[in-house]
């Protein structure tokens, strides 16, 4: 039997601990769309009015944690309120929001670029009130959008990169547990209130797996983490991925009759669908994000994107995931930026995306983290010229450094492109920064047979022929990348001979239609003719 892993540590706090393990980076409160106590997403965010409410709501919580708290305590919470109450800080966000930035991403914006200073600082302990920001900036982010941050279950070893303070004091320590982080530091304020109230505690273990629940010890004394056996040190850069597409054919293979090679992935709008997949035999063609994330609130929380993110690609497995990136605006709004003047103009998509960089960055951020657990790729949607594709890979590029200064573990995932607009489709061989490919025959459709958003189902065996020879000479101009296709043409059958026939060799549909595009695909021939004796 396998010995278990001991993780050399440095001591931040004296004692000895052991107790399931709670991992911090993966959120256990539900959405506020999830919270029958919560407000509506609709409610729980709004102009400067919203902010100041949230930041006296804070303030209020802070205050009721400081009662019959420690004098030590006292003076960690007296700091954060007078952070909240610092004038500097809302005048920064308030000239944000006149710069037409949502209430939540000018906080997020705000409290994140004061953070990013305290991180640089060279005094350590400087960089260790980085954690009392970033304790400040989630409080208030729970309160506009009615989600407090849940504790964790008492005796827990707590692990992540860090601990805010105001959760190490909300949290009962008199049933045991400990601390384990990966970064972290002894002149921080958790560090401080650990050894006040005799908590072990250690840093600097560098970033490990472990499952929620595992047994960890935290040896205080010698400065460790024991871990059972069957966990690891996590490499802290991991190279990056080639695009998901060029793995045309592992487990599950398929092919047509006469022996050409098809993959067939499923799409997903709920990470729920994914629950029921097989990733033996299919991984995810697409998985549109803006079903999952469909608040203000939502699109703000880099951990609760994170968190969903991962949860499809561990379930997935080896198989390649598609997530395409919020595809909001015209018929797809955001609840709680339905009154901003880009979405009043009628973007949508990329450029919608690049019009809110805000709302991207978070994205970018949780998609780069999420990397890590499984073959992600990254789709853009509505892509009309290739700038926008350099502009987001530059976006992601910069998130990147971010999260590589914090010491956050990511990985730079392919980024390819939706082909949904004719324009695109007619010059696909000037998308040279795009990895790969994939045809949305909806809005092709649409945009092509100049149809309203309501006539498309009535339009689209019309319409058929003319998108059939548009994907066929657009295949030709994707210099052999990656090429699939994900919209509703791809799961009927009666379109997959000429589909077959314009070279197309992946296709990803609902996971109903699954079956029946598997039996037809396999009674054809890869020109799209029928096998004999069919």
């Not at 939540?104 to 009130?129: C, H, K, P």
């Not at 504790?151 to 601390?179: C, T």
């Given at each position: 039997?396998?010995?278990?892993?001991?993780?050399?540590?440095?001591?931040?706090?004296?004692?000895?601990?052991?107790?399931?393990?709670?991992?911090?980076?993966?959120?256990?409160?539900?959405?506020?769309?999830?919270?029958?106590?919560?407000?509506?997403?609709?409610?729980?965010?709004?102009?400067?009015?919203?902010?100041?409410?949230?930041?006296?709501?804070?303030?209020?919580?802070?205050?009721?944690?400081?009662?019959?708290?420690?004098?030590?305590?006292?003076?960690?919470?007296?700091?954060?309120?007078?952070?909240?109450?610092?004038?500097?800080?809302?005048?920064?966000?308030?000239?944000?929001?006149?710069?037409?930035?949502?209430?939540?991403?000018?906080?997020?914006?705000?409290?994140?670029?004061?953070?990013?200073?305290?991180?640089?600082?060279?005094?350590?302990?400087?960089?260790?009130?980085?954690?009392?920001?970033?304790?400040?900036?989630?409080?208030?982010?729970?309160?506009?959008?009615?989600?407090?941050?849940?504790?964790?279950?008492?005796?827990?070893?707590?692990?992540?990169?860090?601990?805010?303070?105001?959760?190490?004091?909300?949290?009962?320590?008199?049933?045991?547990?400990?601390?384990?982080?990966?970064?972290?530091?002894?002149?921080?304020?958790?560090?401080?209130?650990?050894?006040?109230?005799?908590?072990?505690?250690?840093?600097?273990?560098?970033?490990?797996?472990?499952?929620?629940?595992?047994?960890?010890?935290?040896?205080?004394?010698?400065?460790?983490?024991?871990?059972?056996?069957?966990?690891?040190?996590?490499?802290?850069?991991?190279?990056?991925?080639?695009?998901?597409?060029?793995?045309?054919?592992?487990?599950?293979?398929?092919?047509?009759?006469?022996?050409?090679?098809?993959?067939?992935?499923?799409?997903?709008?709920?990470?729920?669908?994914?629950?029921?997949?097989?990733?033996?035999?299919?991984?995810?063609?697409?998985m549109r994000s803006e079903f999952s994330i469909t608040s203000v609130a939502d699109a703000a929380n880099e951990e609760r994107q994170l968190a969903i993110y991962r949860r499809v690609l561990e379930q997935a497995g080896d198989r390649p995931v598609t997530i395409r990136m919020l595809d909001i605006g015209g018929d797809k709004p955001l609840a709680g930026l339905e009154d901003l003047p880009a979405l009043a103009s009628g973007l949508r998509?990329?450029?919608?995306?690049?019009?809110?960089?805000?709302?991207?960055?978070?994205?970018?951020?949780?998609?780069?983290?999420?990397?890590?657990?499984?073959?992600?790729?990254?789709?853009?949607?509505?892509?009309?010229?290739?700038?926008?594709?350099?502009?987001?890979?530059?976006?992601?590029?910069?998130?990147?450094?971010?999260?590589?200064?914090?010491?956050?573990?990511?990985?730079?995932?392919?980024?390819?492109?939706?082909?949904?607009?004719?324009?695109?489709?007619?010059?696909?061989?000037?998308?040279?920064?795009?990895?790969?490919?994939?045809?949305?025959?909806?809005?092709?459709?649409?945009?092509?047979?100049?149809?309203?958003?309501?006539?498309?189902?009535?339009?689209?065996?019309?319409?058929?022929?003319?998108?059939?020879?548009?994907?066929?000479?657009?295949?030709?101009?994707?210099?052999?990348?990656?090429?699939?296709?994900?919209?509703?043409?791809?799961?009927?059958?009666?379109?997959?001979?000429?589909?077959?026939?314009?070279?197309?060799?992946?296709?990803?549909?609902?996971?109903?239609?699954?079956?029946?595009?598997?039996?037809?695909?396999?009674?054809?021939?890869?020109?799209?003719?029928?096998?004999?004796?069919?």
């Amino acid at each position: 039997m396998a010995e278990p892993l001991r993780l050399k540590a440095k001591s931040a706090s004296p004692g000895i601990a052991s107790g399931p393990a709670f991992l911090a980076e993966e959120p256990k409160a539900p959405s506020a769309a999830e919270r029958p106590d919560a407000a509506p997403a609709s409610q729980a965010v709004g102009g400067y009015g919203a902010l100041e409410k949230a930041i006296d709501i804070s303030i209020g919580e802070l205050e009721h944690l400081a009662d019959g708290a420690d004098a030590e305590s006292r003076d960690i919470i007296d700091f954060q309120i007078e952070v909240l109450r610092d004038p500097s800080i809302a005048e920064a966000t308030g000239a944000r929001m006149e710069a037409d930035e949502n209430v939540v991403f000018a906080w997020v914006a705000t409290l994140d670029a004061y953070i990013g200073e305290l991180e640089a600082a060279d005094e350590e302990q400087m960089r260790a009130r980085a954690v009392d920001i970033l304790d400040i900036k989630n409080r208030v982010l729970g309160a506009l959008a009615g989600t407090p941050i849940a504790d964790f279950p008492p005796g827990s070893v707590f692990i992540g990169k860090d601990m805010e303070p105001s959760r190490f004091l909300a949290h009962d320590w008199s049933k045991g547990g400990g601390i384990a982080l990966f970064a972290g530091s002894t002149a921080g304020h958790v560090a401080l209130l650990a050894r006040a109230k005799s908590v072990p505690m250690v840093i600097g273990t560098g970033r490990f797996s472990a499952a929620d629940g595992d047994p960890v010890s935290v040896d205080g004394n010698a400065g460790a983490v024991i871990l059972q056996a069957g966990s690891m040190l996590i490499p802290p850069l991991v190279p990056a991925q080639e695009p998901a597409g060029d793995t045309q054919t592992t487990g599950g293979e398929l092919r047509t009759a006469d022996g050409v090679p098809i993959l067939l992935s499923i799409n997903i709008n709920d990470p729920a669908e994914i629950d029921a997949l097989d990733p033996a035999t299919a991984g995810v063609g697409l998985m549109r994000s803006e079903f999952s994330i469909t608040s203000v609130a939502d699109a703000a929380n880099e951990e609760r994107q994170l968190a969903i993110y991962r949860r499809v690609l561990e379930q997935a497995g080896d198989r390649p995931v598609t997530i395409r990136m919020l595809d909001i605006g015209g018929d797809k709004p955001l609840a709680g930026l339905e009154d901003l003047p880009a979405l009043a103009s009628g973007l949508r998509g990329i450029r919608l995306l690049l019009a809110r960089p805000e709302i991207a960055r978070v994205q970018a951020r949780a998609l780069l983290r999420a990397a890590v657990f499984g073959r992600l790729s990254v789709m853009l949607p509505m892509v009309t010229f290739p700038d926008e594709i350099d502009r987001i890979r530059e976006l992601f590029r910069e998130e990147a450094e971010k999260l590589g200064r914090r010491a956050l573990l990511h990985r730079m995932p392919p980024i390819g492109m939706m082909v949904e607009v004719p324009a695109a489709a007619l010059m696909l061989d000037t998308f040279g920064a795009a990895a790969f490919f994939s045809f949305g025959t909806n809005d092709l459709t649409q945009y092509l047979a100049a149809s309203a958003r309501d006539d498309i189902d009535a339009d689209a065996a019309k319409a058929a022929p003319a998108v059939l020879r548009l994907i066929a000479r657009a295949v030709k101009l994707t210099a052999g990348k990656p090429v699939s296709i994900c919209g509703d043409m791809a799961g009927n059958p009666s379109y997959l001979p000429g589909l077959l026939a314009a070279g197309l060799r992946h296709f990803s549909v609902a996971p109903a239609r699954r079956p029946a595009i598997r039996s037809a695909i396999i009674g054809l021939n890869a020109d799209g003719t029928r096998a004999a004796g069919e």
